[in-house]
């Protein structure tokens, strides 16, 4: 909607649904757009509250939407709900009134995992070599506090911006975009989505809408074939092989010193190694000293693999963005044999364990750290165990199991039961929800109980 259609609204009654970050920015936007009848619609009822803004909060806050002339969605409620679906028309996102308002070039970013790495590493580089560029993040600022599209002049001075979007922020949306990047697709977040289907199309059904199309070829299906795409990975122009990487069956880079390691991330770089090429009029080349000085010294973001602490000689690495199983059999196959211990969750959003079971297995990893809920998923009913309890689980090779709700607990245990020289991997291969509202509590928690400890 453009922003003329959405003033033309201001003396109706809006609704903005979830009062978080995202919400407190879009009441900021409106409030500059001089809306005066505001409803604030959430299940939390310990909200600061305004004066001028209306506020209906706890149990009924979904009761009487058909009040409102529009409502301004948050990206974490799902519009799946049986309340929000039949309103399916009066839903906006930020993400919708962004792509509407903002007529110049969007790299839009879409992947399941390790979106954000490869997001970051495409805007350095482009900042690199010269070029205007602004990073909006899925977990950050919302788009609206990083673009101003109310100044015309201001929104309007970047060669591009590079949009890291979640499935939350795709549902229903219909976007202009320059360019469309999907690398992988896992099953997340299909309780939100009501199903892998709806999921699959949040991340695909955009495409029809980007002049330029980058897709992993392991993604191609009937319907894409029909779609002007390029492919990347394994043999398809830009792939990584053996130490190389490749631009049609060209060596435009070696591996040699760089910093972000592991094969899943050098095919990541390949993909973006195509961004820039394709940006730069297929002159990359003139740019690969420059790219390659930078990647000798990009890592890691936070909680992705990171090494927090070393403490008598054991080392803690968070991966606590790893919600997924194929995530953490990813961070598995980085340590490999060196892990010694990890710790899992188990809320069950519907996904599948056979691979992650069949690669602890493989690894040996001989201390599993169980937070609740669903341990049949991986082993079988554990029920019969106590929580702040080990024992040693009747299986392949025997690992020793402790169940806990408490992150104190997880790490005392890991301190007392990894080797020397060993990891201690956060890696959960699932949502945490079930004990924290937000994952960042999550991540914060591990640190701080690893550096505390290291006090006692």
Partial sequence: MKTKKIIELKNEKIAILWYWKEGKSTLSFLLKLSFSNITILDKNINIEKRDNINYILWDNYLDNLWEYKLIFKAPWVSPYNEKLLKYKNKLITQTQIFLDNYDWKVIWI??????????????????????????????GNPVLEEINILNNEESKKYDYIIYELSSYMLEWINPKLYMWVLNNIYNCHLEWHNGRKNYENAKYWVIKNADIKFINYELINNELKSEWIIYFWEKWSYYYNKWLFYKNEQVVLTDKNIALQWDHNKRNISVVLWIIDVITSHNIDK??????????????LPHRLENIWIYNWITFIDDGIAVTPEATIAAIKTYKQNIWTIILWWQDWDYNYTDLINTLKKYNIWNIILFPETWEKIFWDLSNHNYESEFILDWVYNPKIFKTRSMKSAIDFAFKNTSKWKICLLSNAAPSYNLWSWFIEKWLQYQNEVKNYSKI
């Fill in 287 to 300: 740019y690969i000293g420059k790219i390659n000085s930078f990647l000798s010294i990009f890592t890691w």
């Fill in 110 to 139: 879409t992947w399941t995992k390790w979106k954000s790495t490869i997001s970051t590493l495409t805007f350095e580089l482009l900042k690199l070599i010269w070029y205007n560029v602004r990073l909006v993040w899925n977990i």
